[in-house]
């Protein structure tokens, strides 16, 4: 008797609308960051001398994110003419000319772990993997993957209990975990800037309609508080069903069935952990914007959105933490809209010919106005302290491939946009004399609170050159 109710609860709690579902699965929504919440409570902490996680030296959120472009830069007119504060940008810089006084350009830095070595080809997937984790990543196809943990989710770990989100993963690009895409190397690699584990990525989210319903909820504005409210008491019913009956289940099952349905309730229980991490946050944020529609047709409009995601996930205080993968390096995707018929990858391989170059400039030059178009709206937008959010942000754009023709990994271009909440010497273009990129990676972790980060990747100590 006690089985056949199960059953009817189920059937009536799965007739739910699955795509409603679905989507609310992942909604965790955060509070605004507002000042009358947020500053009181870092400025007590201040007085106490208690230690501060994610926040900037006046209590404002302090925001760290790396977005990913692909196939390296064209490096005559990638890196800037001059030194420190006296320098000048180059052609592909000039979209953050109105910025310049809060970015550095940062030079020689390397992510050795990406070159070739014994590995030969696929230098594609190892600027990828070796982006954000600093290690070299197991060349296969198969299901035997290994990376290492991304340093974003290595500070999500410590601070990500701050908001809703411990962290967030965008792309523009297809999301893929198996097959081979690069000489033998996984596509998980290729399409996965942040690791969990060495063994499992982030899969970042390419549709700006379920990112905004994960984020704010479904539904027009002034409905999605409600509606929310409505998903998160489905999603308790469902999940109480799913382990009382596993709970069952467990006790009859030999051992190696077991560790199965262990690891699959370890996925259920993080579900429950976002949920109660949702319920703690009472007051929702409900942008006067309408939904995306989806996937726009146009990568430019589509890029276009994800940013404004990203922007909204940040002024609503949702995350500090967030990767954004422009496209996959390796990416072979035309650009028509500016004249360019050919393929992306297939330009930066321009041998030395002129014309092969100077559309493989337009193109940088394509992805650097999108992301000087972000920074400026984060720049217009005020934060709970009276700065800007990009103020109190700490944002890398850049390439795990140098020069795409080469596939080199040294010298990468890296831009270092944000002031850190007044942690940073911008207005620079800074050299780093051949140094772990990895080095950074850490120095951003420490200015985010993060302890006990002795090492991370190859890394070889901490680049403070970019404090102020």
């Not at 994110?65 to 006296?86: I, M, T, V």
């Not at 030969?120 to 600093?134: E, P, Q, S, V, Y």
């Not at 391989?349 to 999108?370: F, P, S, T, V």
């Not at 795409?404 to 946009?417: D, E, I």
Request: proline share 5%; net charge neutral.
């Amino acid at each position: 008797m006690q089985k056949m109710r199960k059953q009817t609860e189920a059937e009536r709690y799965f007739s739910v609308n699955r795509r409603r579902f679905l989507s609310g699965l992942g909604a965790c929504l955060a509070v605004p960051a507002l000042e009358s919440l947020l500053l009181p409570v870092a400025r007590a902490s201040v007085l106490s001398g208690a230690e501060k996680l994610g926040v900037t030296p006046t209590g404002a959120p302090l925001r760290m994110a790396f977005l990913y472009f692909p196939n390296g830069a064209h490096q005559r007119y990638w890196w800037p003419k001059g030194e420190g504060k006296d320098f000048e940008l180059s052609q592909t810089m000039t979209p953050l000319e109105s910025l310049k006084s809060k970015i550095q350009i940062l030079g020689e830095l390397d992510q050795i772990n990406a070159t070739a070595g014994p590995d030969g080809a696929g230098d594609h997937a190892r600027a990828n993997g070796t982006f954000l984790t600093g290690v070299r990543v197991k060349k296969t196809a198969g299901a035997d993957i290994h990376a290492g943990v991304s340093i974003d989710q290595v500070v999500a770990k410590q601070i990500g209990h701050l908001t809703r989100f411990p962290s967030l993963e965008l792309t523009c690009d297809a999301v893929r975990k198996s097959g081979n895409c690069d000489s033998g190397y996984s596509c998980a690699y290729q399409h996965n800037l942040s690791w969990r584990s060495p063994t499992n990525p982030m899969a970042p989210e390419p549709n700006p309609r379920l990112l905004f319903e994960r984020l704010f909820g479904g539904g027009s504005p002034g409905e999605r508080a409600r509606n929310l409210e409505m998903r998160q008491q489905q999603q308790r019913s469902i999940l109480d069903f799913v382990l009382e009956d596993a709970r069952d289940l467990q006790r009859n099952l030999p051992s190696k069935d077991r560790a199965k349905l262990d690891e699959y309730l370890t996925s259920v229980r993080e579900i429950e952990q976002r949920i109660d991490r949702a319920e703690r946050f009472k007051d929702h944020p409900d942008p006067t914007v309408d939904t995306p529609a989806g996937i726009p047709s146009s990568f430019q409009e589509h890029m276009q959105i994800m940013y404004s995601m990203l922007h909204l996930a940040f002024q609503t205080d949702s995350t500090r933490i967030a990767t954004f993968l422009l496209a996959g390096d390796g990416n072979n995707r035309a650009y028509p809209d500016i004249g360019i018929p050919e393929g992306h990858h297939y330009l930066s391989h321009h041998m030395g010919k002129e014309d092969m170059m100077e559309k493989l400039a337009q193109i940088d030059l394509w992805y650097m106005r999108q992301f000087a178009a972000f920074l400026k709206k984060l720049d217009e937008t005020k934060d709970v302290d009276g700065k800007s959010i990009l103020d109190n942000s700490m944002i890398v754009y850049g390439c795990g491939n140098s020069d795409g023709n080469r596939h080199t990994h040294v010298n990468l271009p890296l831009v270092l946009a944000g002031d850190g909440g007044g942690t940073l010497n911008t207005g620079r273009y800074v050299k780093a004399g051949g140094k772990p990129m990895c080095n950074l990676l850490l120095s951003m972790a420490d200015k985010l609170g993060a302890k006990n980060i002795e090492r991370f990747g190859d890394s070889t100590g901490r680049f403070d050159t970019i404090s102020a």
